[in-house]
């Protein structure tokens, strides 16, 4: 059975956090480290940080430090998520946002460009996925 859950792709700030949570929608972390930052560390290692949705710390930061462009990250990212059962991951998120009575739930990454974050491929996967009712979009802020 497909979700029916809305699911949006967004970026971390103050303003975008802010925003979410007075529109009722769920914020999802899906970054791998987040224990640092001032803004989202309390989260760290919840049930709303999705750290196994993040790339690994050696792609990223292969991709950060300008060794590898977006496509190459993009086709290495898929094959990181390859290992990743999306099944569970969609259970969860509709779990979550059912207990909190959520309108919907957004993955949130860092990157403020959607094209350069990996939340965009992401999406792409979830959405050719087939366990959603609804296409992930880009949260327009």
């Known amino acids: 059975m497909k979700s029916k859950l809305n699911i949006y792709t967004s970026f971390v700030s103050p303003k975008t956090l802010e925003l979410f949570v007075g529109l009722n929608i769920l914020p999802i972390f899906i970054v791998r480290s987040i224990h640092n ?22 792609l990223y930061q292969a991709r950060r430090d300008g060794f590898i462009g977006m496509d190459e ?16 991951v969609v259970k969860r998120l509709d779990y979550l946002a059912s207990l909190c009575n959520a ?7 860092y990157g403020e460009d959607p094209a350069f974050c990996h ?7 979830l959405n050719y996925s087939g366990l959603l009712e609804n296409k992930i979009e880009e949260y327009k802020i």
Do not use: C, W
């Not at 309108?103 to 990454?109: D, E, I, M, P, Y």
């Open 37 to 58: 930052s001032k803004l989202i560390g309390m989260y760290s290692d919840t049930s709303i940080h999705f750290k196994e949705l993040s790339p690994s710390s050696a």
């Open 73 to 88: 990250f993009d086709k290495r990212y898929i094959i990181e998520m390859s290992e990743v059962n999306f099944q569970d």
């Open 103 to 109: 309108s919907a739930v957004v993955l949130l990454g």
């Open 119 to 125: 939340r965009r491929t992401l999406a792409d996967l």
